[in-house]
């Protein structure tokens, strides 16, 4: 089993939807939880960053952490078309400095 | 700042052949990563250094692969021989204190590696 479980998609929504990204992992000891936004032909970029439990949001993103569960959560908003994009969810523990991805969630606003 | 820098950004070799990819960090920080992404496997952790010394290498799928970082301005990863198996997107990238503390790693472009 992967330490971290995401589902790959495709997830093809039309514009103004809102999108929910989910993310499972088994590692109780991870503390730092992210999302990464790739687009195509480039390197990820960091998109949003929690620590431990709870909501932080940022403008039409929202990021969810239930430690509880070992599951984490991006929504986006009034998806737009530049959305358009794959999104990985990356955690890491206190101690180590690495950081695990999921396999990654592909994603399609269609205007 | 210019980013991590990769080379090359694209690579066709036949099998049996070296390949050798290049990355200079971004300047000041610490860490330096080595990530393979596939559509069957996601974005694998290969190796990290921290101050140029190789901390965890267990990503590292077998012998065939190794990584050096001879300072803190410059890395290589050298896939001898190759294999088209090894076809692949090859990121390096870098962060300052590392992933621990929810440091943000910066991602260079991809070496894209063909093997026929």
């Known amino acids: 089993q992967k330490e971290v479980e995401q589902d790959p998609g495709p997830l093809s929504v039309p514009e103004g939807a809102i999108v929910s990204l989910n993310c499972t992992y088994s590692n109780s000891a991870f503390q730092y939880f992210m999302w990464y936004r790739q687009y195509s032909r480039k390197g990820p970029e960091l998109l949003m960053y929690t620590y431990s439990s709870g909501n932080k949001e940022d403008g039409r993103f929202t990021a969810q952490v239930d430690k509880s569960s070992k599951y984490i959560s991006l929504f986006i908003r009034d998806s737009q078309p530049s959305d358009s994009a794959t999104y990985l969810c990356?955690?890491?523990?206190?101690?180590?400095?690495?950081?695990?991805f999921g396999q990654g969630t592909e994603l399609s606003v269609k205007p | 700042d210019a980013g991590v820098i990769q080379s090359p950004r694209h690579e066709v070799t036949e099998m049996g052949q070296e390949v050798t990819l290049r990355c200079k960090p971004i300047?000041?920080?610490?860490?330096l990563f080595w990530y393979r992404q596939t559509m069957m496997r996601g974005l694998e952790l290969l190796i990290y250094?921290?101050?140029?010394?190789?901390?965890?290498d267990s990503g590292m799928p077998e012998d065939r692969f190794s990584a050096k970082m001879p300072n803190a301005s410059f890395s290589t990863l050298k896939i001898q021989p190759s294999e088209p198996r090894d076809s692949a997107v090859y990121f390096c990238?870098?962060?300052?204190?590392?992933?621990?503390?929810?440091?943000?790693?910066?991602f260079g472009e991809g070496s894209w590696l063909t093997v026929v």
């Open positions: 990356a955690m890491s523990e206190v101690q180590g400095g690495k950081l695990i």
């Open positions: 300047s000041g920080h610490d860490y």
């Open positions: 250094f921290n101050n140029n010394v190789p901390i965890d």
């Open positions: 990238a870098s962060s300052f204190r590392g992933a621990s503390s929810g440091n943000t790693i910066y």
